[in-house]
């Protein structure tokens, strides 16, 4: 079954990296994402990557993708206390069964 | 414009009383989602639709089911509602296919059970 495991906090200071890891066991996940979610809203995807794919950059974010260790980081570059939020990743697999499974989700603190 | 609308967005309900949870959507996408996400927990998937079939998580309660008239509505029941379901529930949508596509989410419903 799958399984998608992230530590539960992380503070950083504004300004600084933040990165944010995951770990999933599904080894045939077609797609990986990370989502964002503010206090009582709902999740808004921020970027994804294809599971052929090592690295994606987008603006301040970078995917990093391990797949033989199953390990998938999210870095954001120069944290703003807008950041401030939890991040969940999830795993997609495109096959017949169209299940998005999320993880346990990271709480971000982006300290002014 | 928001393109995945849950009604309403705060829900109380009594013990036992069954309520319903609403979502439309104007994508025209032909998977729908119903995630249960409680405090400080990942999403929780309940069950999904692809156009009109249902497909339900092996450990999802009897006591929620659901329903999907066309493309646009997916509704959420909850025969009768307990303490633990007090949640927020998301909706989400998207285009069936291998190749990628966005599940759009709601902005949720929180239910409160009483």
């Known amino acids: 079954g799958e399984d998608v495991e992230q530590s539960l906090f992380l503070s950083v200071r504004e300004g600084d990296s933040s990165v944010i890891n995951c770990t999933y066991t599904?080894?045939?996940?077609?797609?990986l994402y990370w989502y964002k979610q503010e206090p009582g809203a709902g999740l808004q995807l921020l970027t994804y990557?294809?599971?052929?794919?090592d690295m994606k950059q987008d603006q301040r974010l970078t995917v990093l993708l391990n797949k033989k260790d199953k390990h998938l980081s999210l870095r954001i570059a120069d944290t703003q206390t807008g950041d401030s939020a939890i991040y969940f990743c999830?795993?997609?697999?495109?096959?017949?069964?169209?299940?998005?499974?999320f993880g346990t989700g990271t709480k971000l603190q982006v300290i002014p | 414009d928001a393109m995945v609308i849950q009604n309403p967005r705060y829900q109380v309900t009594q013990f036992g009383k069954p309520v319903t949870l609403s979502c439309s959507q104007t994508l025209n996408h032909n998977v729908m989602y119903w995630y249960q996400q409680k405090s400080s927990q990942a999403p929780k998937l309940l069950f999904h639709y692809y156009d009109k079939d249902f497909n339900n998580e092996a450990d999802t309660p009897d006591n929620f089911q659901s329903r999907r008239p066309n493309t646009s509505f997916c509704f959420l029941d909850i025969r009768s509602p307990g303490l633990g379901d007090a949640a927020m529930y998301l909706c989400?949508?998207?285009?069936?296919?291998?190749?990628?596509?966005?599940?759009?989410f709601g902005q949720g419903t929180r239910l409160t059970v009483v």
């Open positions: 599904d080894s045939s996940s077609t797609y």
């Open positions: 989400a949508t998207r285009t069936y296919g291998t190749e990628n596509t966005e599940a759009f």
């Open positions: 999830a795993e997609f697999y495109s096959g017949g069964y169209q299940k998005v499974t």
């Open positions: 990557i294809f599971s052929n794919m």
